[in-house]
């Protein structure tokens, strides 16, 4: 069993490389032991490739063995709260999902945007099914978040660095990290990891737009950002009124603010 | 309108190059400027370009006016697709333009506008779309090279004029 030890990030996560036995999956498994509600996340990312179809059976025993496997490499007196949550990459080719995932027709979003309206966590579905763990009793299996592992380039640096991305209402693709980076200036992003244990996630973004001193202007019915106030924009669009980036974050997500820095310009 | 009948009788007046810019332009034109340096004093801020940002794609930046044998993709004035738009840049040189989906060894993956000047000063930047080879659709989207005035707009749009392109301003 290899352990890739750059997503070892001090005692937030466990990581560990799983075999499945009877078929060629490899899967990698984070868990994430959150003290503060007691919870146990497990992040589940089957390695992409090619391998062969399973019947419905043999699929099935394969997720519980999976659990199994966790529940062994868990230390005995680990605060187990009674439930696991299983964060699993969701790609909807079909093949690269446990049945327990595939059964229950969840299709987390993965190119739509969001309802800005309504949280994250609120669009997807809870409990998906149970999962007896020998000497350890029946779990709920939760699908409640995805965290991906990747590596990103700091916007001006060489240097890459491993994250756990976690799409949310304001940055839904890993390959648009780096813009946050860019927003929020290379070594800031750099001290923010540090503290999220490179978990890139909701709550990364919103803390890194509040700690930035950066703003826009807009208009009234806030339709139009712009970087700054040029005369043609006062003009074109009236008055401009200043905001700060976290209150933009209401209106436009992580793209959409990059997208006002490079081209002067947004408009919804 | 005026504005551009007076720069184009100047123009012709003086009996410039074509790749040069007339000095009644460039004085209406903001100084040569640093990508993001107008942006930086008015936030007081730093903002820098990011990594490979300034690597100069040369073999695939073309002047304008275009070359005979210069391809380029063209699009209709009601479908400006961004795989279709290319970036442009105003510098002492004149305009210098690249296909913005142009690969690059940078975080964005394609061009911008620091990719044609090597990251030196320029006056301008936007984007445009060519109809064909004499006609073309742009604005000024650049964080980098940015405008200020309607003015500046009308001058830019003029030299467009000037060096032979039907423009079509984009809001």
């Excluded at chain 1, 299996?141 to 949310?168: G, H, R």
């Excluded at chain 1, 929020?184 to 709550?203: C, P, Q, T």
């Excluded at chain 2, 640093?34 to 936030?43: A, G, H, I, T």
């Excluded at chain 2, 604005?139 to 079509?168: C, H, L, M, P, W």
């Amino acid at each position: 069993m290899s352990v890739p030890k750059k997503y070892i990030v001090g005692k937030t996560f466990i990581e560990g490389s799983y075999d499945i036995p009877g078929n060629r999956i490899k899967s990698t498994v984070f868990v994430k032991i959150d003290n503060s509600d007691a919870d146990l996340q497990t992040i589940v990312k089957p390695r992409t490739g090619s391998f062969k179809k399973r019947s419905p059976k043999s699929r099935t025993n394969k997720t519980g063995f999976l659990m199994q496997q966790l529940a062994t490499r868990l230390p005995y007196n680990s605060p187990f709260p009674g439930e696991i949550i299983v964060i699993h990459q969701v790609k909807m080719k079909e093949l690269e999902l446990p049945p327990s995932f595939r059964s229950s027709k969840v299709a987390f979003p993965q190119t739509s945007r969001l309802n800005k309206t309504s949280k994250t966590k609120d669009r997807i579905p809870e409990t998906l099914s149970a999962v007896e763990i020998p000497n350890k009793g029946t779990f709920n299996v939760k699908l409640k978040d995805i965290y991906l592992p990747t590596e990103i380039n700091l916007s001006s640096m060489e240097v890459k660095v491993p994250v756990l991305f976690q799409q949310s209402q304001y940055l839904q693709q890993q390959d648009s990290i780096w813009k946050l980076s860019v927003i929020i200036g290379a070594e800031n992003f750099k001290k923010l990891l540090k503290k999220f244990d490179n978990v890139v996630d909701e709550n990364f973004v919103i803390e890194s737009f509040k700690e930035s001193k950066e703003f826009f202007y807009t208009n009234k019915d806030y339709t139009i950002f712009v970087d700054t106030p040029q005369p043609k924009f006062i003009k074109k669009y009236g008055e401009l009124i200043k905001i700060s980036i976290l209150d933009t974050l209401s209106y436009l997500t992580v793209d959409d603010i990059e997208c006002i820095i490079e081209k002067t310009i947004f408009k919804k | 309108m005026i504005l551009n009948v007076l720069l184009k009788r100047l123009f012709l007046k003086n009996k410039l190059s074509v790749s040069k810019i007339p000095p009644t332009i460039i004085a209406i034109l903001k100084p040569l400027s640093e990508p993001f340096e107008e942006r930086n004093k008015q936030k007081n801020e730093s903002h820098k370009i990011s990594l490979n940002e300034d690597i100069l794609l040369s073999e695939n930046i073309f002047a304008l006016p275009l070359e005979e044998d210069q391809n380029v993709s063209v699009s209709h004035v009601d479908s400006l697709t961004p795989d279709k738009r290319y970036l442009w840049i105003l510098d002492d040189d004149g305009f210098k333009v690249i296909l913005e989906s142009t690969p690059c060894d940078s975080p964005r993956k394609c061009a911008c506008h620091t990719n044609i000047t090597q990251a030196k000063k320029a006056y301008h930047g936007g984007e445009l779309w060519f109809h064909d080879r004499h006609s073309i659709s742009l604005n000024f989207s650049s964080g980098r090279y940015n405008t200020r005035t309607e003015v500046q707009d009308n001058a830019v749009k003029s030299y467009f004029e000037i060096i032979g392109f039907s423009v079509i301003l984009l809001d």
